[in-house]
Every structure is written in structure tokens, then in C-alpha cells.
Nanobody
Framework: QLQLVESGGGLVQPGGSLRLSCVASGLTLQYYAIGWFRQAPGKEREGVLCIRSSGGSTNYADSVKGRFTISRDNAKNTVYLQMNSLKHEDTGVYYC???????????????WGKGTLVTVSS
């Protein structure tokens, strides 16, 4: 059964860090572009970062530049989102998703996880 499962979310204070993981089953992530997306309460889903199968990345959100990084461990079939210097506005449900390429101008992906909640609060 094809699945993407996110983990690593939780409650963190402003300025803190979290590392989210996206683990795949039934899908070999190294052949896909993997994106991280987030949805804050009452807002539309937005793209955060996407890593291509070649290893290069695309940043969709200026607000995370210099704070978030995306990486992949093909041996573990896992993609990570390292989030540092977290802010209140980073609160939301974070989703990973897979597609053949990182999307441009849209967020249509082929496979989605169910998300993990990140809450940044003091």
C-alpha cells in the first residue's frame, strides 16, 4: 500500500527547532520530487520547500528562507524538513507530497501524506 507518513510535529516555543520526517512505503522516494506544504488555521495550503530527485530544491515561501532546509536520505526512503528559529506564524499542519517534478505555479502532487501538526507557542 502506497503511503507517505509525516512525523516530528509538536509544540515548540518561538525560536525553537523541529525536524519533520516524511517516510514512504510502496514508493521509492529517490525517483520523486518531494514537497513540504503547510496549512495554517483558516488559511489556504501553501508550499514550503520541494526537493528534486537530483537533490536540488525549490523554495516556495520567502518567509522560511534561511530558517528551513529540506534534505533526503534515499537509503531510509525519507525526506526531512529541518525548521529552525520557528515563529508563531509557522504554526500549521505540515504535509509531505510526492510528484515527478517540483511543481511551478501550482501545488498539484501525485501523493499526499495526512500531515503532522506544528504549534509554535510560548
Amino acid at each position: 500500500q502506497l503511503q507517505l507518513v509525516e512525523s516530528g510535529g509538536g509544540l515548540v516555543q518561538p525560536g525553537g527547532s523541529l525536524r519533520l520526517s516524511c517516510v514512504a512505503s510502496g514508493l521509492t522516494l529517490q525517483y520523486y520530487a518531494i514537497g513540504w506544504f503547510r496549512q495554517a488555521p483558516g488559511k489556504e495550503r501553501e508550499g514550503v520547500l520541494c526537493i528534486r530527485s537530483s537533490g536540488g530544491s525549490t523554495n516556495y515561501a520567502d518567509s522560511v528562507k534561511g530558517r528551513f532546509t529540506i534534505s533526503r536520505d534515499n537509503a531510509k526512503n525519507t525526506v526531512y524538513l529541518q525548521m529552525n528559529s520557528l515563529k508563531h506564524e509557522d504554526t500549521g499542519v505540515y504535509y509531505c507530497a510526492a510528484a515527478r517534478v517540483c511543481p511551478e505555479g501550482h501545488y498539484d502532487m501525485d501523493y499526499w501524506g495526512k500531515g503532522t501538526l506544528v504549534t509554535v507557542s510560548s
